[in-house]
């Protein structure tokens, strides 16, 4: 068979005629290979899989696989897809405004279990991306369907002021061969060695580069200043999660913290004082939670304020390469559900 | 055998319902004003201003003041009956961020097609989200009041200037320039 680049590239055109593209070219959807998505689920075509009540819209089974095939997913990926997509349902955030919100959350999807290796999943250096073609594209489907099925285009009912570097593209595998604490699906609710997936909502994301000290205290105070900074704290209180590179996650490991000693650490350790606040115009906290410049602090005052409120605030995560001491603090946009969804077996 | 390529968005909006503005519009004389606020800073404040201004100047008997307390969701069916079922006439917002602009107008074309008269105030930042939301609602064109972006940082004072700068749209959308 001699492949047609100029059909393909005139079927491409057509779908960003239509306004169906993410800015990428997509892969033009046709019958047969959708129904190979389909023959990956038990579920029916029909079943309605999310509802969007601002814009009055329900995404199905077959709708999500159409867009997972836009996105570039390969068929045996349609599982995770609709596993990642059903975990952003639980989060209160992505029900909420948050597709709409001027913030731009990405989504942070996190694939657990042995999928991961069966799929090829990246788990390990560059987990960020990109590269790798289930990465990419299970985050890129989610994208397609809040966009097509949702109608949530950008500049009109999605108002992102600025957006974020990531979003639709950030799917990691968790690289649990080289974390010292179980799955993060395992301390979502699932039995060891599922198959499962978790979301969340991001901000943004920034690094901490810390190669110089085996001491673990210090590393943990090094994430804790990253994480209090003003800049993310609109209400009372923020979330903020950890995604370790191996090196920082055995160090802390090695020295006895388990992923709960870590949460309750972060939780102590991470704020501001009171007059730091008040010099960033957020010291004072309204009836609607929402934090504004009181000015009525005292410029001295020293009273310490935590920022977590508690473990939930605080997902724990292990990926990336062993290559250097670096790990990403993720901001939550909203509380994470703390749930993981399992990815449903191939019939 | 060609293949067609599918449609991934399940096919045009809804505008299932069809146009529906409220008619007659409201006679403000003697009308309960309902003051549906979202939570956004500054909303309260503003509405509660509109409200005292209706009252004082268009002789509006008085005001029910309600709270939808998640800015980005349809008001609930409960509030928006006992709102409805005791105002002649209702002033929404602020709607000065990306879901809570579209919310506040899906809320005024809800109030509408319940036969009350809604006057929505989105910040101009919004105007885009709000048109496309009424179209979306199936009420393509449904005139709400701007107010210039940003609300959430100015002072009582201020809040109090600009929802006086506010009030002749909002008597324009309640009562159609009537009064």
Known sequence: ?347 | MVNAILDPTGGAAGARLGVALASPRARLEGATIGLLENTKHNAALFLEELGRLLVDRYGAAGVLARTKRAFALPVPDELLEEIAGSCQAVVIGVGDCGSCSGSAVADGVAFERRGIPAAVICTDAFAVTADAMAALRGAPGYRYATTAHPVAVLTPDEVRKRAEETLPQVVEILAGGQG
């Open chain 1, 1 to 347: 068979m001699t492949l047609d680049p100029d059909n393909a590239q005139a079927a491409i055109e057509y779908c960003y005629d239509q306004g169906w593209s993410d800015g990428l070219p997509v892969v033009p959807a046709s019958r047969p290979l959708v129904d190979a998505f389909l023959a990956q689920t038990r579920r029916s075509p029909k079943e309605v899989i999310g509802r969007n009540k601002q814009v009055d819209r329900e995404c199905t089974v077959e709708l999500a696989a159409i867009n997972a095939a836009m996105a570039g997913c390969r068929p045996e990926y349609f599982p995770v897809v609709l596993a990642a997509w059903e975990a952003l349902m639980r989060d209160r955030a992505a029900g909420g405004g948050g597709w709409q919100s001027t913030s731009g959350p990405a989504p942070l999807i996190v694939v657990n279990g042995p999928v991961r290796t069966r799929l090829g999943f990246n788990c390990g250096g560059g987990v960020f991306g990109p590269g790798y073609r289930p990465n990419a594209t299970v985050a890129r489907a989610i994208g397609l369907i809040v966009r097509n099925v949702y109608g949530i285009l950008p500049g009109v009912l999605e108002q992102a002021t600025q957006g974020l570097p990531g979003r639709w593209s950030i799917c990691l595998g968790e690289n649990e061969e080289e974390s010292p604490w179980p799955p993060l699906a395992v301390a979502a609710g699932q039995p060891e060695g599922t198959s499962a997936v978790s979301a969340m909502l991001l901000r943004t994301c920034e690094f901490v580069d810390n190669r110089h000290t085996q001491d673990p205290e210090q590393v943990l105070w090094d994430i804790a200043d990253t994480i209090s900074r003003t800049g993310s704290l609109i209400f009372r209180d923020t979330s903020a999660g950890v995604v370790f590179g191996p090196e920082h996650a055995q160090l802390l490991g090695k020295s006895g913290f388990s992923r709960e000693d870590v949460q309750a650490w972060l939780v102590e350790h991470c704020g501001r004082t009171r007059a730091q606040l008040r010099r960033a115009g957020k010291d004072g906290v309204g009836e609607n939670g929402v934090r504004f410049a009181d000015g009525t602090t005292d410029p001295d005052d020293e009273t310490f304020e935590p920022i977590l409120p508690s473990p939930q605030h605080v997902p724990v995560m292990v990926a990336g390469s062993r290559n250097a001491a670096m790990s990403m603090v993720v901001r939550v946009f909203g509380l994470w559900s703390g749930q993981a969804v399992p990815v449903e077996g191939v019939r």
